[in-house]
T-cell receptor, first 111, second 113 residues
Framework: DAKTTQPPSMDCAEGRAANLPCNHS???????VYWYRQIHSQGPQYIIH???NNETNEMASLIITEDRKSSTLILPHATLRDTAVYYC????????????FGPGTRLSVLP | SAVISQKPSRDICQRGTSLTIQCQVD?????MFWYRQQPGQSLTLIAT?????????ESGFVIDKFPISRPNLTFSTLTVSNMSPEDSSIYLC??????????FGPGTRLTVL
């Protein structure tokens, strides 16, 4: 079973920041937090991952709480093309460690 | 990252037949994975394919139904055998790059009539 809990859906106005929460209260010390998204039944797209420090790349920022029991993915300026299902996954880093996908959050960016 | 392609992108098949899905990567990778995504559902891992060894199947998936080949470090196939309408899904391959991240192919949308 997935080790994360996400809201099933969220709306965001175009141009505003989208903040997607994820709870992972049973996360272990060697588990990373990963975010992927899936746009209209395409293959999932990697967004970002982190262990305990906040991370930022060209797509998004990942904020992990100090106790690591929850995190937030931030899309700073959401566009219509960011409409997708966003998956938060916790996973041990290592060869052959598969990803367990939960139902994710369906983000709708509205004009 | 890796560039991953899958063939076919979609197909419509008759029940009782088999379909082989190809996954090609532009780099040599050790681990490849096959997932299934049933309509309206999330992804479920079918099996892990390591070059030079037998694929490892997850609970609920068997080799007779989903045989996998991994002849080299850039290619793998998944066959969906003796298909029924319940096999209608999107089938996705993914590859592990380093130890950090998996990258996914575009998927194969299969409809079984």
């Amino acid at each position: 079973d997935a080790k994360t809990t996400q809201p099933p859906s969220m709306d965001c106005a175009e141009g505003r920041a989208a903040n997607l929460p994820c709870n992972h209260s049973t996360i272990s010390g060697n588990e990373y937090v990963y975010w992927y998204r899936q746009i209209h039944s395409q293959g999932p797209q990697y967004i970002i991952h982190g262990l305990k420090n906040n991370e930022t790349n060209e797509m998004a920022s990942l904020i992990i709480t100090e106790d690591r029991k929850s995190s937030t993915l931030i899309l700073p300026h959401a566009t219509l093309r960011d409409t997708a299902v966003y998956y938060c996954i916790v996973r041990v880093v290592g060869y052959g460690q598969n990803f367990v996908f939960g139902p994710g959050t369906r983000l709708s960016v509205l004009p | 990252s890796a560039v991953i392609s899958q063939k076919p992108s979609r197909d419509i098949c008759q029940r009782g037949t088999s379909l082989t899905i190809q996954c090609q990567v532009d780099s040599q990778v050790t681990m490849m994975f096959w997932y299934r995504q049933q309509p309206g559902q999330s992804l479920t891992l079918i099996a892990t394919a390591n070059q030079g060894s037998e694929a490892t199947y997850e609970s609920g998936f068997v080799i007779d139904k989903f045989p996998i080949s991994r002849p080299n470090l850039t290619f793998s196939t998944l066959t969906v055998s003796n298909m029924s309408p319940e096999d209608s899904s999107i089938y996705l391959c993914s590859v592990e790059f380093g130890t950090d991240t998996q990258y996914f192919g575009p998927g194969t949308r299969l409809t079984v009539l």
